[in-house]
DNA sequence: ATTAAAATGGTAGCGTTCTGTCATAAACAT
DNA sequence: ATGTTTATGACAGAACGCTACCATTTTAAT
């Protein structure tokens, strides 16, 4: 199922360079191969180091480069990262014709965005940090401002998946759940705080008091958070620049439900369970 | 022997810029976690670039790079590309190390979802519905359950972008700001309701009403709808199954996020100065 | 609160990269 | 061999990225 990244003769780019009409002249192949052979390390070049290290001149690896369809090499580079998300997430290249819009570009960015939480998954905090989402007796989460709603659905979504989950707003009286309970000393809490550095001058005072409350801390922002990881091991990064008027919150909205799914999988059985009762539940309510 | 080109804590990029003495500024630190976490795409940037997705200025970026000990961002590429020959690691596999996992395909398919959306901005009825919610005098906002917190952070982030704005939930009273008022007749009002198949009993008698009262109706909702295109002209469809536990609701917040991004893009100087005004709007407000 | 120090941003200038025009060289056909 | 087409390079102008100088803002110290 997957395609071969690695394969020179499947890479996106040498298909382009393979397909020009008319065949390549000897100084367009030679150049033509240097860029095959070195598409891992393309983003480093530039286009007079290509010419110096292929021996042809500048002008001509500009023109061949505008001859194989890309706009100078800096569109090149736009293409080999764009190439990226296209190669691995799209069936085919259905959508090539869509995105050369900004709205596309935008599209695009969180489309990488959400590949990218792959690093954050990768990191060996994440199984530790699911584990104390999935093992604490209750589950506390908060979240300001334009992201409080994808906190409140998280805290629903979570609900479904596991009991015990409440959503914290700090500032309607929100504290007094944490009061210390003695007759409850041994249970162990967590808190899940989601992020944005433009509003997050409320978060650090949480955190801390959390922290002195024995409280293990789960904590999603963006890139731009600097004072999350002294606080707590359990960081996650997404990226929210698209450079749209606000940030996006969309790969962020995907990495919880990723955690969702994944303190789902640390007890299948019952949260298959929850989910099933979970229609009744809701019917009972009526609407919310 | 192993080598571990992708793992952040032992980047040599990461250990380098740790390692300066004398600590770090607030905004060192934002740049020299952003170069950490898009380690892998940094030759395709640019200093600017970097500036401008930091949020910092361009000089800042130099002039930290330099007391890194870089020679400038050519510098730093230079590093890498070193680093990158010796890891034999091409860029093109820099995330899918892990992406045949299951949570690998969750993100793929949650990426394609995103791309997809491509096509419901193509549709004709898109720029339409963007000049509904953009010309409306007032616009309402609804959703339930799962997604209600999509709902309420979409209404706050447009009504960064434009006025009169409100989120309603129609079970604690909310029809009641729709009782017509004939001095204000001529107003027209627009209603936007995000809608997910399996909650949906409430939304079709709401977007009746709302058509009787001649507003215009924009309709998020999922692969699965199949009442709402013969209720309104501007219905969008985002992609939400993921066969995960439950269904993934970041493609549409990446939606509501475009929608957004659209609105503002049709009074730009408008726009532009409400984002400007924001943060001391936010300030007055305390918190929320 | 006031002052000093540091950090950051704006403007302008320099250097580099990229591309358009023209000229030269090579390949090809007759 | 000659003329024609094509490929390539040299030069110059435009655009962009990078850094030095100065002004402003922010932070820290008293």
Same mark, same amino acid.
């Given at each position: 199922?997957?395609?071969?990244?690695?394969?020179?003769?499947?890479?996106?780019?040498?298909?382009?360079?393979?397909?020009? %009409?008319?065949?390549?002249?000897?100084?367009?192949?030679?150049?033509?191969?240097?860029?095959?052979?070195?598409?891992?390390?393309?983003?480093?070049?530039?286009?007079? %180091?290509?010419?110096?290290?292929?021996?042809?001149?500048?002008?001509?690896?500009?023109?061949?480069?505008?001859?194989?369809?890309?706009?100078?090499?800096?569109?090149?580079?736009?293409?080999?990262?764009?190439?990226?998300?296209?190669?691995?997430?799209?069936?085919?290249?259905?959508? +090539?014709?869509?995105?050369?819009?900004?709205?596309?570009?935008?599209?695009?960015?969180?489309?990488?965005?959400?590949?990218?939480?792959?690093?954050?998954?990768?990191?060996?905090?994440?199984?530790?940090?699911?584990? *104390?989402?999935?093992?604490?007796?209750?589950? +506390?989460? $908060?979240? +300001?401002?334009?992201?409080?709603?994808?906190?409140?659905?998280?805290?629903?979504?979570?609900?479904?998946?596991?009991?015990?989950?409440?959503?914290?707003?700090?500032?309607?009286?929100?504290?007094?759940?944490?009061?210390?309970? +003695?007759?409850?000393?041994?249970?162990?809490?967590?808190?899940?705080?989601?992020?944005?550095?433009?509003?997050?001058?409320?978060?650090?005072?949480?955190?801390?008091? *959390?922290?002195?409350?024995?409280?293990?801390?789960?904590?999603?922002?963006?890139?731009?958070? $600097?004072?999350?990881?002294?606080? %707590?091991?359990?960081?996650?990064?997404?990226?929210?620049?698209?450079?749209?008027?606000?940030? %996006?919150?969309?790969?962020?909205? $995907?990495?919880?439900?990723?955690?969702?799914?994944?303190?789902?999988?640390?007890?299948?059985?019952?949260?298959?369970?929850?989910?099933?009762?979970?229609?009744?539940?809701?019917?009972?309510?009526?609407?919310?």
């Amino acid at each position: 199922m997957n395609d071969q990244p690695n394969t020179p003769e499947e890479s996106p780019l040498a298909a382009r360079l393979c397909s020009i %009409s008319g065949g390549l002249t000897k100084s367009e192949a030679i150049i033509a191969q240097w860029l095959v052979l070195n598409e891992a390390t393309l983003g480093l070049e530039t286009g007079s %180091s290509i010419a110096s290290k292929t021996g042809v001149s500048e002008i001509t690896v500009s023109r061949f480069l505008k001859r194989a369809g890309y706009k100078g090499l800096q569109g090149l580079k736009e293409d080999l990262q764009a190439a990226l998300v296209h190669a691995h997430v799209s069936p085919a290249d259905r959508y +090539f014709r869509l995105l050369d819009s900004e709205i596309g570009a935008i599209l695009k960015r969180d489309a990488d965005a959400v590949l990218a939480l792959a690093h954050e998954v990768e990191k060996p905090a994440w199984p530790a940090a699911i584990d *104390a989402i999935a093992a604490a007796d209750e589950v +506390f989460v $908060t979240g +300001f401002q334009t992201i409080r709603g994808i906190a409140e659905d998280f805290t629903r979504r979570l609900s479904i998946v596991r009991g015990s989950v409440r959503f914290m707003s700090p500032h309607d009286g929100g504290l007094v759940e944490w009061i210390p309970s +003695f007759r409850r000393a041994d249970e162990s809490r967590c808190l899940v705080l989601i992020d944005m550095a433009p509003y997050a001058r409320e978060a650090l005072p949480i955190v801390q008091t *959390a922290r002195g409350l024995g409280m293990q801390v789960v904590i999603v922002t963006d890139e731009l958070n $600097t004072w999350a990881s002294a606080e %707590s091991p359990f960081v996650f990064h997404v990226a929210t620049k698209v450079d749209a008027f606000l940030e %996006s919150t969309g790969p962020m909205t $995907t990495l919880m439900n990723v955690i969702i799914h994944e303190v789902a999988g640390r007890a299948p059985e019952k949260a298959r369970k929850r989910i099933k009762d979970w229609p009744p539940i809701m019917r009972g309510l009526g609407l919310y």
